[in-house]
Each structure stands twice: as structure tokens, then as C-alpha cells.
């Protein structure tokens, strides 16, 4: 079992930044691929971006690429989530995940999931 806590949302002007974290307890996050989701209200879970278990894998959705980058410290049991060049479509609540085996973009083959971190953009 692993826990995930996400940090880092918050109100931002369009342009501007943040970053995001997901802190993990329980198990070494170095077992699984870390992942980021967002979700709206009445949509589906969509795939914002993924690490492999050593950070030397990275998938992005396209919307994101060249914006967001992901990043992993094993050692410190933290997944971190840049998010440069924000626009208003970025708003939603965000979510950390984290799952075992192969790389994936899909939220069904996620086993571990954060609480979420609300991101606001202003236009």
C-alpha cells in the first residue's frame, strides 16, 4: 500500500506557474510509475503526464507538452509536477497516482490515488 498527498495548487494568473507535488508514505514510491491526472466536473479522468519508476520515462498528453514537466526524488518519496505557461483550459482539480508493472496513460490501471489539488487559472 502506498499513500499520496498532493501539494502545490492554488489561483494563478494565465501565464504563470506552479508546482505541483505528491508526496507518498507507506511504500518506497520507487516501485511504481507515477503518474498525473486531472479531472473536471461531469468529465472523465483525463492523463496529464507520467514518470517511470528511475525518471528516465516520461509521457505527456499532448495539450501539456513543452509546459509540464515531471520529475521524481525517490529519495524523498516525492513526485513533482511544473506547470509553466498555465491557461485558463488548465483549470481542475489535479491528482497524483501511482501504480506497479508497465508504463500506462490510463487512469483504470492506476491502483493508488491521491485526494486531489485544486488549480485555478485566471484569465
Known amino acids: 500500500q502506498v499513500q499520496l498527498a498532493e501539494s502545490g495548487g492554488g489561483l494563478v494568473q494565465a501565464g504563470g506557474s506552479l508546482r505541483l507535488s505528491c508526496a507518498a508514505s507507506g511504500r518506497t514510491v520507487s516501485m511504481y510509475i507515477m503518474g498525473w491526472f486531472r479531472q473536471a466536473p461531469g468529465k472523465e479522468r483525463e492523463f496529464v503526464s507520467a514518470?517511470?519508476?528511475?525518471?528516465?520515462?516520461?509521457g505527456y498528453e499532448d495539450s501539456v507538452k513543452g509546459r509540464f514537466t515531471i520529475s521524481r526524488d525517490n529519495a524523498n518519496n516525492t513526485v513533482y509536477l511544473q506547470m509553466n505557461s498555465l491557461k485558463p483550459e488548465d483549470t481542475t482539480v489535479y491528482y497524483c497516482?501511482?501504480?506497479?508493472?508497465?508504463?500506462?496513460?490510463?487512469?483504470?490501471?492506476?491502483?493508488?490515488w491521491g485526494q486531489g489539488t485544486q488549480v485555478t487559472v485566471s484569465s
Open positions: 497516482a501511482a501504480k506497479s508493472g508497465s508504463f500506462s496513460s490510463r487512469y483504470d490501471r492506476y491502483n493508488y
Open positions: 514518470i517511470g519508476q528511475s525518471g528516465g520515462s516520461t
